[in-house]
């Protein structure tokens, strides 16, 4: 089983500030299948970003995903008050998919 | 536009079992693999198991094979998840999605609780 740990666990920025959440594999993740979600109170996840770096469509652009084998990083350039949330990284290259434990983005 | 509707969740005694159900539209239903994901009160996202298109394929987070049964009717455009022997710790809400093994998990249903308690 690959395990994936994010950090921070916790973020608190202000809006118009930068982001940067990392995720890093136990062991390489095949092929960049690594995603991102978005989750805020009483919904549902949403997908953000796929294959590592590909963004959803209908995703703002402020979003964007890097990495590659084992780290791998999601950035918000400039927060926007709809941003604050819990973010997920998820590895699908394997039969037994994971999840991080999630890195929790507040408001300042 | 894919919708994905849960339902089958409900207060079930430790032990007990049920039958979660996903209503599938807006898409080629037997194309694609489906999960089903849960999240505890206050916790992360947990993946719980996957089926191929076909069905005849499944896969099972350790935390629940041999408990839990995921199955699909491409007929009717259904995913299913039937859950045995429940422990307090499955209490969860029960998310479907669209993917699996080598697919992201591109849409999500709204969710369905299974509470477990006497």
């Known amino acids: 089983e690959i395990v994936l740990t994010q950090s921070p666990g916790s973020l608190s920025l202000s809006p118009g500030e930068r982001a940067t959440l990392s995720c890093r594999a136990s062991?390489?993740?095949?092929?960049?299948?690594l995603a991102w979600y978005q989750q805020k109170p009483g919904q549902a996840p949403r997908l953000l970003i796929y294959?590592?770096?590909s963004r959803v469509t209908g995703i703002p652009d402020r979003f964007s995903g890097s990495g590659s084998g084992t780290d791998f990083t999601l950035a918000i350039s400039r927060l926007e008050p709809e941003d604050f949330a819990v973010y997920y990284c998820?590895?699908?290259?394997?039969?037994?998919?994971?999840f991080g434990q999630g890195t929790r983005l507040e408001i300042k | 536009e894919v919708q994905l509707l849960e339902s089958g969740g409900g207060l079930v005694q430790p032990g007990g079992s049920l039958r979660l159900s996903c209503a599938a539209s807006?898409?080629?239903?037997?194309?694609?693999?489906m999960s089903w994901v849960r999240q505890a009160p206050g916790k992360g996202l947990e993946w719980v198991s996957s089926?191929?298109?076909?069905?005849?394929?499944?896969y099972y987070a350790d935390s629940v094979k041999g408990r839990f049964t995921i199955s699909r009717d491409n007929s009717k455009n259904t995913l299913y998840l039937q859950i045995n022997s429940l422990r307090a710790e499955d209490t969860a809400v029960y998310y479907c999605?669209?993917?699996?093994?080598?697919?992201?998990?591109?849409?999500w249903g709204q969710g369905t609780l299974v509470t477990v308690s006497s």
């Open positions: 999605a669209q993917g699996g093994w080598g697919y992201s998990l591109d849409y």
């Open positions: 062991q390489s993740v095949s092929s960049s299948y």
């Open positions: 998820q590895q699908y290259g394997t039969s037994l998919i994971t």
């Open positions: 294959g590592a770096s």
């Open positions: 807006g898409f080629t239903f037997s194309s694609y693999p």
């Open positions: 089926i191929v298109g076909s069905g005849a394929s499944t």
